[in-house]
């Protein structure tokens, strides 16, 4: 569906986006996720053909951006962050104008707004001027501004931002619902929403790409935990020879539970080794041995985790201004 090849933005001499490539199938959701100033919104704004790379390509449904940047944004649609909405508009007039600017005529124009009203809820707001809406509602208006056309890509740049608990859950359901259609790439910083929304992660550093993964791989690990009676040299002599196994680490201080010393470990595994395999393995090897084993299982990383080891290295040196335009 979206094909990026080798994408650099300078602003000025500053690099904002570094030869970027990834490529997303059609109905998936996946989450842009980044430092503010990582590149995310170049990256989006190249995407979408409102800005174009120094070098790089981009192809929407096989379309190549640069030789017939019309028609492929024709597959595109795009919320940004900050919306151009026109307070003074009512929701109709706005989707009305929007309608005309994608090329929308006669009943398809009326049969495509009745559509997207529907899809966003809107109905009972659509006399309403816009300015009297609240955050919610206007990033509604938003989303379906950005459906208008049944766009097979739809670009989502921080869609929940200012939305409190109950709109921001609305949005999310409103996203899913939407990727039955259409492939989503949502831009954000904040990690839950990727949780919550999407099958996969891109993970944006000072305008690298750093991680491209799904998410049953991205928690993934191979590592196991356990928690036993066994103190640490004890566990060790009892494993140090199980195929499978690279290493044993303290993972937390001991503790007494039920008058019982408990201590936990993390084992780190080989790739090819089955988990559930070798922790039956270990649990018989230990209470064969008289020992208590209290829990043993797979250790499931988390994105946030992985966010922070991705961007624990040091930041190159910038200014504000080139922030601001990445």
């Known amino acids: 569906m979206l094909e990026v090849s080798q994408l650099t ?5 500053f690099k904002a986006v570094d030869n970027v490539s990834f ?27 409102y800005l174009e790379p120094n070098e790089g390509a981009i192809k929407v449904d096989n379309i190549d951006m640069q030789l017939d940047p019309k028609r492929a944004q024709r597959s595109i ?27 929308l005529i006669g009943q398809d124009k009326i049969n495509e707004i009745k559509r997207v009203i529907q899809a966003t809820s809107l109905v009972e707001k659509l006399l309403s001027p816009i300015s009297t809406l609240s955050r919610g509602y206007k990033q509604r208006v938003g989303v379906a501004q950005a459906i208008l056309g049944k ?19 609305q949005m999310r359901e409103l996203i899913h619902e939407l990727s039955n259609e259409a492939t989503v790439i949502l831009s954000t910083h904040i990690m839950q929403e990727v949780d919550a929304i ?9 305008g690298e790409l750093a991680v491209d993964t799904s998410r049953d791989e991205l928690e993934k690990s191979n590592s196991l935990l356990i928690a036993t009676s066994l103190d640490y040299s004890a566990l060790n002599s009892l494993l140090v020879n199980q195929p499978g196994i690279l290493g044993i680490e303290t993972s937390a201080e001991g503790s007494t539970k039920a ?9 780190a595994v080989e790739d090819a080794t089955d988990h559930l395999q070798l922790g039956a393995v270990i649990s018989r090897t230990l209470i064969d041995a008289g020992a208590e084993v209290y829990g043993i299982g797979e250790e499931r990383r988390d994105l946030e985790t992985l966010f922070r080891e991705v961007n624990s290295a040091p930041m190159r040196a910038t200014t504000e201004e080139a922030k601001d335009a990445a």
């Open 198 to 206: 999407c099958d996969r992660v891109l993970i944006i550093r000072n």
């Open 151 to 169: 766009p097979r890509l739809l670009i989502l740049d921080e869609p929940t931002n200012g939305l409190d608990p109950t709109q921001t859950q």
């Open 23 to 49: 490529k997303i199938g059609q109905g998936e959701i996946v989450g842009l996720l980044g430092h503010n100033g990582a590149g995310k919104t170049t990256i989006m704004k190249m995407i979408s053909g």
């Open 77 to 103: 649609g795009y919320l940004p962050e900050n919306l151009p909405i026109y307070p003074e508009m009512t929701v109709a007039d706005y989707l009305d104008y929007t309608s005309d600017m994608k090329g």
């Open 9 to 13: 933005r300078f602003f000025g001499e």
């Open 259 to 267: 008058g019982a010393q408990v201590h936990r470990y993390r084992i």
